[in-house]
């Protein structure tokens, strides 16, 4: 219930910090300044009840629908590229097909991927109900190639945020079942050829990583959203900008979805980022808490997916927002606005809290599971002197 009752309030604080955010652009420009306040109270009713189903399915039905519910995430994904039910958004230099025109609302399939990955994932590594002690790469052939299509319209789209998001969080799975450190390390280093290919052969990307590298060169252009957000930090001091003057929010526009934390921080200043963090550290513990006690392979996974998918989320944007990684459209999980994002990281924690009453069904008296990656290393025998 600690980890249920952390996790609903930083998405209550995610609420508090959104308001001002967002209050001064939507009087601007739509006339109504709860704009953006009143649809993401909406999304949060419609994340609950999706917290509330994650945690009640039972753990070996999520098993059985997990290959099911990965090629229904890729169809999705497929259809965005589809005139008339996918949504895409142009700029002078590509075009962006992230989301789905569901009517009176739409969605972004890549967020519902992230739950397919590691409900998918988790389910590939812990064949048999075991994790592996001596690695057999050709039975994970198949399931990598079903992932990579994933991966690839993913991309496509272009998402690259998510794509390395999704991408980090399957290594660590893929470690955390057994295999080996070094093997990973020289997978990830074979990769940077394409990655090297992603950032230079994509004018987009190339430009990102440009102005990344010197932001004031480009202050008034792809650099605008960084270089204010520096500002926003600096002017947000220790106690904050008060909201009463009216002076909140000169420089940040459109802050209130990646850049959010730098907003938080003229609103609040530091003392509020500690806090905020604060609340933060003390979920990441709980949930990591209570990947301890689990004592069965594939709920483990699950859980442990969840858990790096939120935690390397709030890594990337709070590196993006303070200028250690170029822009990658990765959002701040639980305060960020965007709807699918809410739903989906709701949807997180109630399978992180569905793991923690399972682990608690188990009885305190069972072995305790330990992951292989996680085990000490066996000791060096020791010889004795004549």
């Not at 609903?8 to 709860?34: F, H, K, Q, V, W």
Request: overall charge neutral; some cysteine.
């Amino acid at each position: 219930m600690l980890l249920l009752g952390l996790g609903l309030l930083l998405a209550c604080a995610g609420l508090l910090i959104l308001y001002p955010a967002s209050a001064l652009l939507a009087e601007r420009e739509l006339s109504n300044s709860d704009f953006f306040f009143h649809r993401q109270v909406g999304w949060m009713v419609i994340g609950l009840p999706a917290l509330l189903l994650w945690s009640a399915v039972p753990i070996k039905l999520l098993r059985r629908l997990a290959l099911p519910g990965l090629m229904l995430v890729i169809v999705m994904l497929g259809l965005v590229f589809v005139p008339g039910i996918g949504q895409s958004v142009s700029s002078s230099r590509e075009s962006f097909h992230r989301w789905l025109d569901l009517g009176p609302i739409s969605m972004q399939p890549s967020e519902l991927a992230k739950i397919a990955l590691v409900v998918y994932s988790a389910h590939i590594l812990t064949r048999n109900n075991e994790l592996q002690r001596e690695y057999d790469m050709r039975r994970l052939v198949p399931p990598l190639a079903v992932l990579s299509i994933m991966l690839v319209l993913i991309i496509l789209e272009p998402q690259y945020g998510t794509s390395i998001c999704m991408l980090v969080v399957l290594a660590m799975m893929v470690y955390l079942s057994g295999f080996p450190m070094l093997r990973l390390v020289w997978l990830g280093l074979a990769s940077l050829p394409l990655l090297a290919i992603l950032v230079f052969f994509w004018e987009y990307r190339f430009e990102r990583f440009r102005v990344w590298l010197d932001p004031y060169a480009y202050r008034y252009e792809g650099g605008y959203q960084l270089v204010t957000s520096f500002r926003a930090f600096e002017e947000g001091g220790w106690f904050g900008q008060s909201l009463a003057s009216g002076f909140g929010h000169r420089y940040l526009t459109y802050g209130y979805n990646d850049f959010i934390l730098a907003l938080f921080a003229e609103d609040f200043g530091f003392i509020g980022i500690v806090l905020l963090f604060g609340l933060m550290m003390a979920f990441l513990l709980r949930a990591f808490l209570t990947l301890k006690q689990i004592q069965e392979p594939f709920p483990f996974m699950l859980g442990a997916g969840s858990l790096i998918m939120i935690f390397f989320q709030i890594l990337v944007n709070c590196a993006v927002v303070t200028g250690l990684v170029p822009t990658t459209g990765v959002s701040l999980p639980f305060i960020s606005y965007g709807g699918t994002s809410l739903i989906v990281t709701m949807s997180f924690l109630g399978l992180l809290f569905n793991v923690s009453r399972h682990a608690h069904r188990q009885g305190p008296g069972a072995e305790v599971f330990r992951s292989p990656a996680l085990q000490p290393a066996d000791p060096p025998l020791v010889t004795a002197r004549s």
